[in-house]
């Protein structure tokens, strides 16, 4: 089993900066994805940012060049640096390690990007 727990979440004016963190434990294969997902109120989940334990990254087009996806293979953390956040950010923010195995996810932070 693998547990994720996500920190930083909060309220931050549009235009703000934000980062989170996220970090796992239990039994965690070095091959895998760690991610970040947000669901805002009544939407779907979508994906933010992922990178792999390689370093390669994909983002989503509302976020790039505004947020910044970063690892530490040896602590088996992921961040998320988000900077000119906007009113849509609003939502619950999910970190998420996908393995061979399966999909593991964090129990989510809350962000509201508000004035």
């Known amino acids: 089993q693998v547990q994720l727990v996500e920190s930083g979440g909060g309220m931050v004016q549009p235009g703000g900066s934000l980062s989170l963190s996220c970090a796992a434990s239990?039994?965690?294969?070095?091959?895998?994805?760690m991610a970040w997902y947000r669901q805002a109120p009544g939407a779907e989940r979508e994906l933010v940012a992922r990178m792999r334990s390689g370093g390669s990254t994909t983002y989503a087009d509302s976020v790039k060049g505004r947020f910044s996806i970063s690892r530490d293979n040896a602590k088996n953390t992921v961040s998320l640096q988000m900077n000119w956040l906007k009113p849509e950010g609003t939502a619950v923010y999910y970190c998420?390690?996908?393995?061979?195995?399966?999909?593991?996810w964090g129990q989510g932070t809350l962000v509201t990007v508000s004035s």
């Open positions: 998420d390690l996908c393995d061979w195995r399966r999909d593991y």
């Open positions: 239990g039994n965690i294969f070095s091959n895998n994805v």
